[in-house]
């Protein structure tokens, strides 16, 4: 399974309130915006809280 085209759609960064893309190979939900955090998906769920957040 992956996540849930709806649920992608209204999800955006708790960072800098950009929009989010999912990259299924990885597991990870990238934002687009500025700050380019990626937060991990765990069970098809994606985990959007900053201290998750890999930092680039």
């Known amino acids: 399974m992956a996540v849930d085209q709806k649920l992608l759609e209204i999800l955006a960064c708790p960072n800098c309130r950009g929009d989010v893309e999912y990259i299924e190979e990885q597991d990870v939900i990238e934002c687009r915006g500025e700050c380019r ?20």
């Open 37 to 56: 955090y990626r937060y991990p998906v765990r069970d098809d769920i994606p985990v959007m809280l900053i201290d998750e957040a890999e930092k680039p």
